[in-house]
């Protein structure tokens, strides 16, 4: 639907603000809640949505059951929908625009769910992919979260997760802290959420993100799910990420039943989603036109700004609760929405810290209410800055305004093959308009989360290449980190906050790889179902610098020692870091792994 009026954004968004504080309940009185949000599964991944080949018994018998949003959106890639989901606002507004180059930090004055549901006496657990900072405060147990299990970076075998991680009997980190498990990620995930309800003790609710990182890429999996499709018409990289979806299946299935047995089904609001289209789902093979896999019919992929890109499936749940069942509303909402929703359908009180993109769509699950009249934007940045305009898409419940020029009524033509711009012109103005007043007040937002470093208690501090502040393309996983082939420009942004000397580590490889810096890692055999990974190279470092602002340092390194030390004097302040080793042959090439040390407190 179109705005029937033209309503000044920042006035939106404080009604929005208003509209969400609400009545709160007694805590014992509350639904549980449990989200799962999966990675890389798109609208048409599933046998529910029509896909032919993808099986999904579970899900599809759960989204039978519940009630469906089929016209919700989230971001086009992984982190910008997390931060949406996370606080009720677009990821244009909190250093989260992007998956990497320090752009995937959730800002610190962000305010997330899972905050707003601990003090609201919910007990916070999360399992999986955080994506949103691996340093304090932006870790998962410094966002709200009092229980979290979860993977370095944006995924499994990215640059800040532990060293040889593959999805296979990984190290994960535990509050913080590494440790060993056993068995497929995905399994572990789930292994996790449901232990963490067999070993609940209170009478509180629960409040679960359950963010799994398959289907991303590396498309590793079980060779039991992989052979579910082996005779299937797909590539070989398709029949792997297919089967991570059986696999996704096959949990999930697992946490309903646990759920049912234990009598927790039915005060549980649960929802399925996932974080952006299709990786896979659809595909070609090389120099052929035919097209393998099922999309649902829509146009686009994962980091498209066309609806292949950001619609996806959403299923809810709560029998005991008053919203629909077995039943399916086509009005718009998105990630955004999730926060205040959530927080009036539990009962809690809440007045968000900042203003809201999203609002309470209660009443749509409920069915009291019907035709939202709203708009919002998504948008693909992939940027160290965001650019107006870019990658734009304005969203009514009927139309899409892609780039400020292209229009189409999804309604009557969901594949986007239709452009409407010149048969209205007055809805293209209207769209335009909207997304002048949405972007005048997310500019104001912009600003680098920076990274702070001399906190007594969180000392040292870990810095990795996945995020640095560059325009050039980043090493962001352990394959690009053995290859030593990118080298790019950039800097750290930190935040000293205390005056003293600090120790800066330089290493070419993690701590946890005991490798020196011109060391070489092994090389890790693929198989079937599985990626390996290449011997890495040695760089032929001879010298170490750091520069901060305008000051330099140097070191030489020695050939056998996993890392170069520096130390220089810090005044509290803002700075901006670089990092980088000089090779025999006079070139420059960044550090990937640095740690600053606080080693004398003035």
Known sequence: MIRRACIGLFALLI?????????????????????????????????????????????????????????????????????????????NRNNAWHTIAGCSILSENEETIAEVFKKNQYETAMFGKWHLGDNYPYRPIDRGFQNAIYHGGGGVGQTPDYWKNDYFDDTYFRNGKPEKFNGYCTDVWFNQAIDFLKERNNQDPFFMYLALNAAHSPFNVPETYAEMYENAPLSEEQKRFYGMVSNIDHNFGRLVDYLKKNKLFENTILIFTTDNGTARGIAHLKNEVKELGYNAGLRGIKGSHYDGGHKVPFFISWPNGEILQKKDINELVAHVDILPTLAKLSGISWKPKNPLDGTNVAKILKGDKQGLDRMLVVDTQRNQWPVKGRNSCVMSTQWRLIDGKELYNTVDDPGQNIDLAKEHPDIVKKMQAFYEQWWQSVEKDFAYAEIPVGFQEHNPVKLTIHDLHSKENLPWNQVLIRKGELNPDGFYSIKVVKDGTYQFRLSRHPAESNLAINGVASKIPSTLYTDGAPESRSIGANKAIVEIDNRKMQVDVNDGKPYALLESKLQKGSYKLKSKFITVDAKEIPVYYTTIKLIEPN
Do not use: W
């Not at 032919?52 to 469906?68: C, Q, V």
């Open 15 to 91: 009604c929005c603000c208003k509209g969400n504080e609400t009545d709160a309940i007694p805590v014992t009185a509350r639904p549980n809640v449990i989200i799962v949000f999966t990675d890389d599964q798109g609208y048409g991944d599933l046998g529910y949505h029509g896909n032919p080949i993808m099986k999904t018994p579970n899900l599809d018998s759960f989204a039978e059951a519940s009630l469906e949003l089929t016209n919700f959106h989230v971001g086009t890639t992984c982190a910008p929908s997390r931060a949406g989901l996370l606080t009720g606002r677009n990821a």
